[in-house]
């Protein structure tokens, strides 16, 4: 369920209709030994928050106030530091005893919300259940670093005419929400016709690349069959909630069971013997190689694997330690963006061991304990243990 304090910050950034969105990563936070810790923020959407173009060999300073959850205040500045090597905007200035820049704030979700050019909100969300409700309510998903909210429409990248045209054409079909599995493989075969080289990739893009592909599909479909939904008259309130909960519910399954169907599309390419959604204890999202083996005594241990599929977990990691317990070692994949040092010292205490896409994999934090595979590196590990 939704903090108040997550609440409200909705209500601003659709008020606003504008907010850009990040994941703080280990560089915002100056783990990494970079040039200075404070917030990056994107080059393509410079005017939303500075007057200063990205030039070359120049040095701008932007001063701004914002005010953060709970009438927190500082006078902080937006630079452009375009000299010799250097080619980024960075929100810093903070004042002491800034709460939301510190190690222990790597993956949280930073909401940005311009008022004015001078003037911002801003809202640090650390739990899952808001960060999920952020990106239903606004329909963005910043999961590779950022993302921005539009009142007209989420920021998007330039998309291949061949995908755009074959979502047009699957959306013209319908006149209902396809299930969660015909969406994903719908994006598969897309994917198939219009990516030159996607038989080649390698699962950590294939992954990425499909999970991205299929939530733009999505979009699409929602804006074609909710159009009529939402452009209607309301009988009353309640009839408007009840409308605007079941687009946000469809939302918020959609990411989970996409992911999901993805990874379920690379496992069995791989030959990777497994069952989704095994009636077990704990009710875990993977059983490799199977539920049957899973229950016999006289199956090793050591081949059996218990996987949870979480789109983010910053709290929910917990979870997944409930689920088959007959084995103590536990793998999570996530497209989480990075995640503290404390909290991979939290998992690898409880016999964790993260699985997440190299483009991800490589902002998290480095002086952990914790075992972090990528797509590739866990499908390997898995294949050799089945053939022993």
């Given at each position: 369920m939704a903090s108040p304090i997550c609440e409200k910050a909705i209500a601003e950034a659709l008020g606003h209709g504008t907010a850009i969105l990040k994941f703080i990563s280990p560089n915002d936070v100056g783990v990494t030994g970079g040039h200075q810790c404070g917030f990056y923020l994107p080059k393509s959407v410079w005017k939303l928050f500075t007057p200063h173009a990205p030039t070359r060999g120049r040095l701008d300073k932007h001063e701004v106030k914002i005010i953060w959850q709970d009438q927190y205040e500082t006078k902080s500045v937006i630079t452009w530091y375009g000299r010799e090597t250097r080619s980024e905007y960075r929100l810093t200035r903070f004042g002491k005893c800034f709460?939301?820049?510190?190690?222990?704030s790597v993956g949280d979700l930073l909401m940005l919300i311009p008022k004015t050019k001078k003037e911002f909100l801003a809202y640090v969300f650390d739990l899952d259940d808001d960060i999920e409700?952020?990106?239903?309510s606004l329909g963005v998903e910043p999961f590779e670093h950022w993302a921005v909210y539009r009142k007209d429409g989420a920021e998007q990248v330039d998309d291949a005419s061949c995908l755009e045209r074959k979502f047009q054409i699957f959306a013209g079909k319908l006149n209902k929400f396809p299930s969660g599995k015909d969406f994903s493989q719908a994006t598969l075969k897309i994917m198939r016709e219009c990516v030159s080289n996607f038989a080649r990739m390698s699962k950590d893009e294939m992954l990425l690349d499909c999970y991205r592909t299929e939530y733009r599909l999505f979009q699409v479909v929602e804006r074609r069959l909710c159009q009529s939904e939402i452009a209607r008259l309301f009988k009353d309130v309640d009839d408007f909630l009840k409308t605007a909960a079941s687009i946000?519910?469809?939302?918020?399954?959609?990411a989970g069971r996409s992911l999901e169907n993805h990874v379920d599309h690379i496992l069995t390419d791989a030959k990777i013997p497994h069952e989704m959604q095994p009636r077990i204890d704990g009710k875990p999202d993977i059983i490799i190689p199977s539920t049957k083996a899973y229950l016999s005594s006289s199956y090793p241990k050591d081949k059996i694997f218990v996987v949870g599929v979480k789109t983010t977990c910053k709290d929910r990691w917990r979870q997944v330690l409930n689920e088959g317990k007959r084995i103590r070692k536990k793998h999570i994949l996530t497209l989480q963006p990075s995640i503290s040092s404390n909290q991979l010292k939290e998992m690898h205490k409880a016999n964790v061991t993260l699985v997440v896409p190299e483009r991800l994999k490589k902002d998290y934090p480095k002086n952990h304990p914790l075992e972090i595979l990528n797509m590739e590196d866990f499908v390997r590990k898995v294949g050799v243990k089945q053939v022993r």
């Open positions: 709460p939301f820049l510190v190690p222990d409700e952020v990106m239903a946000m519910n469809r939302r918020k399954s959609r």
